[in-house]
T-cell receptor, first 114, second 112 residues
Framework: EPEVTQTPSHQVTQMGQEVILRCVPI?????FYWYRQILGQKVEFLVS????????KSEIFDDQFSVERPDGSNFTLKIRSTKLEDSAMYFC????????????FGPGTRLTVL | DQQVKQNSPSLSVQEGRISILNCDYT??????FLWYKKYPAEGPTFLIS?????DKNEDGRFTVFLNKSAKHLSLHIVPSQPGDSAVYFC???????????FGKGTSLLVTP
């Protein structure tokens, strides 16, 4: 069964450093998403991406964040200068169409900022 | 802002019985609702969804009920099995976009 994969599973970084989280969405999917879950809190939407551009983003997704689809298979989330409060589980998701279609989630990358 | 609320952080049910998980929402623009199941160290797994034009959707042991006037939905699992033990998230999206708004989750424990 096709699945969304994410690497690395755990990333530890120093405050102020740049990190890139990587995702390989399901191959025939067209819509891509990033969410995060801070420990003890709910899963929060960050950004959606379609046709090589951002289609929607939340207030959390400020200038420190960027997304890219560098080739036909990868989808990345970059945090330019990490802060302590960026420590969270980051989930990538994809769907084969936009609305009224379920989003399939990857296993997540745990980001720890020291 | 808690637009999707799951007021029960945990629920314990005996194997074979019905599990009922509840979810309330505040945003009247929500028109698509989903339930996800999550095991530790894994991502959320899609279970079942319902659009606002329906009031019930069934898939095997899982049924979702939507009461639009009360802004309430529920997930019924019948019969419950020990493998159903997980955290269940209710999520909703508005007709303005693709973002899923999640509740905080309900931890279900099904005991033998």
């Amino acid at each position: 069964e096709p699945e969304v994969t994410q690497t690395p599973s755990h990333q530890v970084t120093q405050m102020g450093q740049e990190v890139i989280l990587r995702c390989v969405p399901i191959s025939n999917h067209l819509y891509f998403y990033w969410y995060r879950q801070i420990l003890g809190q709910k899963v929060e939407f960050l950004v959606s991406f379609y046709n090589n551009e951002i289609s929607e983003k939340s207030e959390i997704f400020d200038d420190q964040f960027s997304v890219e689809r560098p080739d036909g298979s990868n989808f990345t989330l970059k945090i330019r200068s990490t802060k302590l409060e960026d420590s969270a589980m980051y989930f990538c998701a994809s769907s084969d169409a936009g609305r009224f279609n379920e989003q399939f989630f990857g296993p997540g990358t745990r980001l720890t900022v020291l | 802002d808690q637009q999707v609320k799951q007021n029960s952080p945990s629920l314990s049910v005996q194997e074979g019985r019905i599990s009922i998980l509840n979810c309330d929402y505040t945003n009247s623009m929500f028109d698509y609702f989903l339930w996800y199941k999550k095991y530790p160290a894994e991502g959320p797994t899609f279970l079942i969804s319902i659009s606002s034009i329906k009031d019930k959707n069934e898939d095997g042991r899982f049924t979702v009920f939507l009461n639009k006037s009360a802004k309430h939905l529920s997930l019924h699992i019948v019969p419950s099995q020990p493998g159903d033990s997980a955290v269940y998230f209710c999520a909703a999206s508005a007709n303005s976009g693709y973002a899923l708004n999640f509740g905080k989750g309900t931890s279900l424990l099904v005991t033998p």
